[in-house]
């Protein structure tokens, strides 16, 4: 069993690629390379280039390989999905493209990498209710069914190409919350997907990530480590405000300056078995990147301080 720590490029605020304060992907990568990760993951569609040759001789001029894919698209309306489809394709392409570094296989992993995550995004009614269960707006079963056949339509696409998608339940999207999780579990076989738990947003959004680590433990293929700062957290659960502007305000921290408690989290990733790779994430406004480098050290040093490798 092993587990090995990686990085994203949210670290560095790069959750909306149009957002026009984003630091140059060049500069994310040097400085994940700084960090002393061995791999990233590709952040948001579009970011990153899709080209192949471009990517690969950044990620080998920082010793790095990538973990995972990202699909952060509203995956509700159908609308949408020929795009999600194509955006699909486009990373699976340059995932799989053979010119790119790549990961070693780590004893136990269930799936080779790079994986894909696959997160539902975009909605307003839910972004502004990101952390309350009791209000959030819910589906109705149709919409839930419509829901799932374009979730799993997203993750066989990626089947094709030999990359594991991983669902991502993600605050202020339409899987968010316990009942949300469960149902994804039962309407998604494990052939088709497995689940990607990110032990902040169970944590932001009322569960408890040891316990449900565990609960999902036979499902669990890839892990996200965030910390959250219980001050700001408590203070953005009290304001209308979206997601990732309270991020902006830093209900995001280093790991090990938080709430969450990272070596009850590793004795029960331990418990369960879990090899593989987990990635650490730390949401925050991109004009606050120039601190990022100094966080992402932080949280590397303290989780191996408790006994995580990188």
């Given at each position: 069993?092993?587990?090995?720590?990686?990085?994203?490029?949210?670290?560095?605020?790069?959750?909306?690629?149009?957002?026009?304060?984003l630091p140059p992907w060049q500069q994310v990568l040097k400085e994940a390379g700084l960090a002393g990760y061995r791999a990233i993951e590709l952040g948001p569609y579009g970011y990153l280039p899709i080209d192949a040759e471009t990517v690969s001789k950044e990620l080998e001029k920082n010793g790095l390989a990538i973990v995972a894919g990202t699909i952060f698209h509203d995956l509700l309306d159908p609308a949408n999905q020929e795009s999600?489809?194509?955006?699909?394709d486009d990373i699976c392409h340059l995932i799989t493209d053979s010119r790119l570094p790549r990961l070693p296989h780590l004893q136990g992993q269930k799936f080779p990498t790079p994986?894909?995550?696959?997160?539902?995004?975009?909605?307003?009614?839910?972004d502004y209710?990101?952390?309350?269960?009791?209000?959030?707006?819910?589906?109705?079963?149709?919409?839930?069914?419509?829901f799932m056949a374009n979730l799993r339509a997203v993750c066989q696409r990626a089947n094709r190409y030999g990359v594991r998608p991983v669902i991502h339940p993600h605050?202020?999207?339409?899987?968010?919350?316990a009942d949300e999780i469960e149902?994804?579990?039962?309407?998604?076989?494990?052939?088709?997907?497995?689940?990607?738990?990110?032990?902040?947003?169970?944590?932001?959004?009322?569960?408890?990530?040891?316990?449900?680590?565990?609960?999902?433990?036979d499902r669990l293929d890839y892990v996200h480590f965030k910390d959250v700062n219980e001050t700001v957290y408590?203070?953005?659960?009290?304001?209308?405000?979206?997601?990732?502007d309270g991020c902006g305000k830093g209900s995001m921290c280093p790991i090990g300056t938080g709430s969450l408690d990272y070596p009850g989290i590793k004795q029960a990733l331990e418990e369960i078995g879990y090899?593989?790779?987990?990635?650490?994430?730390?949401?925050?406004?991109?004009?606050?990147?120039?601190?990022?480098?100094?966080?992402?050290?932080?949280?590397?040093?303290?989780?191996?301080?408790?006994?995580?490798?990188?």
């Open positions: 069993m092993e587990m090995s720590i990686c990085g994203a490029p949210c670290c560095w605020g790069v959750d909306d690629p149009k957002n026009p304060y999600v489809l194509s955006a699909v994986y894909m995550t696959v997160m539902d995004w975009g909605h307003d009614e839910r209710a990101a952390g309350h269960s009791d209000r959030a707006p819910r589906l109705s079963a149709k919409q839930w069914a419509d605050a202020g999207g339409y899987i968010e919350f149902a994804v579990v039962r309407d998604i076989p494990y052939e088709v997907a497995g689940l990607c738990l990110d032990t902040g947003h169970l944590y932001y959004s009322g569960m408890d990530p040891v316990a449900y680590l565990k609960k999902y433990a408590q203070q953005v659960l009290g304001e209308h405000i979206r997601f990732f090899s593989g790779y987990i990635t650490i994430e730390q949401e925050r406004d991109p004009r606050n990147s120039g601190t990022s480098l100094q966080d992402v050290k932080a949280s590397v040093e303290y989780l191996k301080s408790v006994g995580y490798l990188i």
